[in-house]
């Protein structure tokens, strides 16, 4: 490694520093690396020289660099060194104007745009004079003014300045790259964490980071070699998918020597295995995941391998975590054994691969024996994604969950083999919240309950973090161990499981609900609102609202008609907690209202279109506050049919209410009288934008026809 004392001299260590010395004309701009055993490393908090020789020789280092994010580290590492000087005085409103007054100054001699790479010679000359100390005005409040500046003028340089480094190995006090994409163009949600903002560490600013002592705990590698073809990795359209292939620990094998340990673990039969991921990837890429990953051990080496065709496939995902596999070789002569996560990218002949470096210790006694220094290798691309590829109990270590939250990893996919994924919650909620990052653990198998154990163990088949989910976290936990999807809209944050058992929707039988005749009142309302309803003699006039849709189902009681409703999860932006009909914006696939309704219910509730049955539309609404054209599409069912649980991402319950209920008593009826209410009046303040409407329109149409003698036949 290399590190340095904050007086900026590099000590030997080891590591390829990005400012080894700040004495004038010896910043090394490219870095350099030694062959230094960690037993060799010098205390990091080494400082042999006063604050002002240490300010002096910044700034004879300052006046001679010309590369922006080098001058920015030496102004960030005297942030760090003299940080309780810097918290106590940039509060004092005398000591910040007198600093924000020579920023100015800086300031009027950087260019007009921020298209340079270099700092010019008499740039470079202001920003060292500028930390001359002041009587009253400590150097460091000006330094940290002046990284600002610079974070602010040259943060477009920056990408390229660690590319030139890559793979970029930072030691303590090097920086380190804070990308955060912009999650406006990439989920609907609002971010339940915070977007990123400079909050009170003083040894950052928006783009750059010193690294810590975890720095020395962890291998932290930053490659840029895949900036380019991980550009838009994720963005609004993006699904990932785990797919879990097994049921039990029996479909694996478990080769134990006396002592319990196990090695290799894999599928006991690899050409079935193979059958059945193919089967499970199919079905993701069919429901639009373009990001798939697979849990740990589920795959031999060779297995793996003969994945890869996928992401070369038309319509195949553009990722691939191919899970894990246990395999053997030799390291500096010794032999060793490893447990290495794989993954394909689209368009990239050689796999991405992550070595596990905390063996597992139940439910199997993991025999792998990882050597050296254990790595953390974040893949960067151009748009500021940091992927990281962990396995299993690598995300429950808390040194490596802080040393990824402190890289800015914000794109994790972990292949997992756990009796509980309850206890990875933290980890990722942690990373969620502090990067807000995406994360997709796959689990395998389902059931780990013995011959002997009567209980049926059903741990979680995945983990998702997402920045729009209330909790950051989510489980999917379906409701048996067969093989199955696991699927996660970014832009929605909406959560589906796939039942590989189940058949497709267009073959289901759909369960007996009783007689399936439908009531007059249904009748009445397709009449009214069916096809062959008579439209108006008028122009069309041109929409420039954004189509959408909304399910009106209804059903039947003993009561008359009831309607279902869902009520908005507390944490969204649009109608929190509020009542509303499933529904929303069309799909370019959609065919007509009916069609968006019937996804988006399917997607919110799980409901099952084949249970339902269309019988109209009524008028259109103009939502001009969200920007939408609402059409309600009118449907009955006998009983509906969910297939699934409800979207939590989106919808806290699911409910019914009657359209009419008697006041002050509770009891319902199906023909109004004067001291009948509507239901949707009874609880208005409840409802979403156009929901009450719709609700007022159904009873008009209904009872309007029903108290003239009108049922519809």
Known sequence: MKDRGWDGEAKDTG?????????????????????????????????????????????????????????????????????????????????????????????????????????????????????????????????????????????????????????????????????????RHVTALTATAPPWRLANRLDETRHVRLAGEWATQFQVIFDYSLARELTGIIDRNTVVATCHPNRTLADFHFPADASGRTFPVGPKDEDKQHQEIDRLIDAAVANGASIVVLPELCVTESLAARLQSWTSRTGGPRMLVAGSYHHDDEHLGTPRRRNTAIAYLRGVPAPLTQDKHSP????????????????????????????????????????????????????????????????????????????????????????????????????????????????????????????????????TGQLQWLDSDSDSDSDRTMPSHGPSVRPPWADTLARLTGHDRPEPDRQPNPVTLNQAAVLVLLTDSPHGPSVLLTERASDLTNYPGQLVFPGGAADDGDHGPAATALREAREETALDPASVHILGTLPAIALFESGFLLTPVIAWSAGPVFTGTVNIAEVSRITTIPLYQRKGTGQQSQDPTQDEEPAAERESSTFGAGTSAILDMLRGMLWGPMSAGTTGH
């Open 360 to 491: 597992a210790d139940r439910p199997v006694n993991e025999d792998i024996q990882p050597q050296g220094w254990p790595q953390l290798r974040v893949h960067v691309s151009d748009d500021g994604w940091h992927l990281v590829l962990a396995i299993c109990r690598d995300l429950l270590n808390p040194h490596a969950v802080h040393a990824l939250a402190e890289s800015g990893a914000n794109l994790l996919l972990v292949p997992a083999m756990s009796d509980t994924l309850v206890a990875f919650g933290g980890p990722v909620a942690n990373l969620v919240g502090s990067g807000q990052a995406f994360v997709a653990v796959a689990n395998n198998p389902a059931d780990f309950s013995g011959p002997a154990d009567l209980t049926v163990h059903r741990p979680a088949r995945a983990l998702f973090g997402h920045p729009g989910f209330g909790q950051l976290v989510r489980l999917m936990q379906p409701a048996n161990s067969a093989p199955g999807v696991g699927l996660l809209r970014v832009q």
């Open 15 to 183: 590591r390829t520093a990005l400012v080894t010395q700040s004495d004038p004309g010896a910043a090394n701009v490219q870095g350099r690396t030694t062959s230094a055993t960690m037993t060799d490393c010098a205390a990091c908090v080494a400082r042999p020289s006063s604050l002002p020789q240490r300010v002096a020789s910044i700034q004879a280092a300052i006046a001679a660099e010309r590369e922006p994010l080098v001058a920015l580290t030496h102004l960030l590492q005297l942030c760090r060194d003299e940080h309780p000087i810097l918290q106590e005085r940039i509060q004092d409103a005398g000591c910040r104007a007198k600093a924000d007054l020579i920023t100015a100054g800086v300031r009027a001699l950087m260019p007009a745009t921020s298209t340079e790479s270099e700092l010019r010679p008499q740039v470079a000359a202001a920003l060292a004079a500028a930390l001359t100390a002041d009587e009253g005005l400590p150097a460091v409040v000006v330094a940290r003014l002046l990284a600002e500046l610079l974070d602010e003028q040259y943060c477009h340089s920056f990408r390229e300045s660690f590319r030139r480094r890559s793979p970029y190995q930072p030691g303590v006090g090097d920086p380190v790259p804070l990308d955060s994409p912009d999650l």
